[in-house]
C-alpha cells in the first residue's frame, strides 16, 4: 500500500528542496505571481518551464534505468476541464497556486495557510464524490492512456529536448526583468 521508508523519505526532502527553491525564486510571492498574469515579469514561467524540463529529464532516466515506471493516466476531456476551472478559480482566489500556496505557508503567510487548508478540505471532498464525478468523466470520453510521444509515433527524449530548449530560450528571451518593488 505504501512506498519503502527511503522512497518517502526521498520525495519528502524533494519536496522540501523544490519549495526551497520556490521560495528562493520569489514565486511564492503574491506581487510576483500577479506580475506574471499581466505579462510584466516572466520569472513563473521560466521556474515553471525550467522544473518540467528537469523533472522530465529525470522521470525518463529513471525509467530507462528501470528505478522508475511510468503510470500514464486516461486523458480524459471531462476531468481536464474541471479540473483546470476549479484550479483557475483557486488561483484567483488565493492568488497562489498549489504548488507556491504550501512554499508561502512554509515561510509562514497566514493567507496561504488558509489556502492550504482549503485544498485539503477539497481533496476530502473530492475523495468522497469520486465515484460519480469519475462516471461522468468517462461518459464525456477519453483519449485514453495516451503521451505525446506514443500520439506522434516520436521518442519521449524528442519531446524533452523540445522542452530544454523552450527552458532556455525563455530564459534567453524573457530575460531577467523583476517587477518594480521585488527584490532579488
Same mark, same amino acid.
Given at each position: 500500500?505504501?512506498?519503502?521508508?527511503?522512497? =518517502? @523519505? $526521498?520525495? /519528502?526532502?524533494?519536496?522540501?528542496?523544490? +519549495?526551497?527553491?520556490l %521560495?528562493? !525564486? %520569489?514565486?511564492?510571492?503574491? &506581487?510576483?505571481?500577479?506580475? %506574471? =498574469?499581466l505579462l510584466r515579469?516572466? #520569472?513563473?514561467?521560466?521556474?515553471? /518551464? #525550467?522544473?518540467? @524540463?528537469?523533472?522530465?529529464?529525470?522521470?525518463? @532516466? =529513471?525509467?530507462?534505468?528501470g528505478h522508475a515506471e511510468l503510470h500514464v493516466k486516461p486523458a480524459a476531456f471531462a476531468a481536464l476541464l474541471i479540473g483546470g476551472v476549479l484550479f483557475g478559480v483557486g488561483m484567483a482566489v488565493l492568488g497562489l497556486c498549489p504548488g507556491t500556496a504550501v512554499a508561502?505557508? !512554509?515561510?509562514? &503567510?497566514?493567507?496561504? @495557510?488558509? +489556502?492550504?487548508l482549503g485544498m485539503l478540505v477539497g481533496a476530502g471532498v473530492y475523495v468522497a464524490a469520486y465515484e460519480p464525478v469519475?462516471?461522468? +468523466? &468517462?461518459?464525456?470520453?477519453? =483519449?485514453?492512456?495516451?503521451? $505525446?510521444p506514443a500520439l506522434?509515433? #516520436?521518442?519521449p527524449w524528442l519531446w524533452i529536448v523540445a522542452l530544454v530548449v523552450a527552458a532556455l530560450a525563455m530564459r534567453a528571451v524573457a530575460g531577467s526583468r523583476r517587477p518594480e518593488g521585488a527584490s532579488a
Amino acid at each position: 500500500m505504501f512506498d519503502s521508508p527511503l522512497r =518517502l @523519505a $526521498l520525495g /519528502l526532502g524533494t519536496g522540501v528542496v523544490f +519549495g526551497f527553491l520556490l %521560495q528562493k !525564486g %520569489q514565486v511564492a510571492k503574491y &506581487r510576483v505571481i500577479m506580475a %506574471q =498574469l499581466l505579462l510584466r515579469d516572466w #520569472t513563473v514561467a521560466k521556474i515553471m /518551464l #525550467t522544473a518540467i @524540463a528537469v523533472g522530465a529529464v529525470g522521470v525518463y @532516466a =529513471l525509467v530507462g534505468g528501470g528505478h522508475a515506471e511510468l503510470h500514464v493516466k486516461p486523458a480524459a476531456f471531462a476531468a481536464l476541464l474541471i479540473g483546470g476551472v476549479l484550479f483557475g478559480v483557486g488561483m484567483a482566489v488565493l492568488g497562489l497556486c498549489p504548488g507556491t500556496a504550501v512554499a508561502a505557508c !512554509g515561510a509562514g &503567510r497566514k493567507d496561504a @495557510a488558509v +489556502g492550504v487548508l482549503g485544498m485539503l478540505v477539497g481533496a476530502g471532498v473530492y475523495v468522497a464524490a469520486y465515484e460519480p464525478v469519475a462516471a461522468l +468523466g &468517462r461518459s464525456l470520453g477519453t =483519449l485514453g492512456k495516451v503521451t $505525446l510521444p506514443a500520439l506522434t509515433y #516520436t521518442s519521449p527524449w524528442l519531446w524533452i529536448v523540445a522542452l530544454v530548449v523552450a527552458a532556455l530560450a525563455m530564459r534567453a528571451v524573457a530575460g531577467s526583468r523583476r517587477p518594480e518593488g521585488a527584490s532579488a
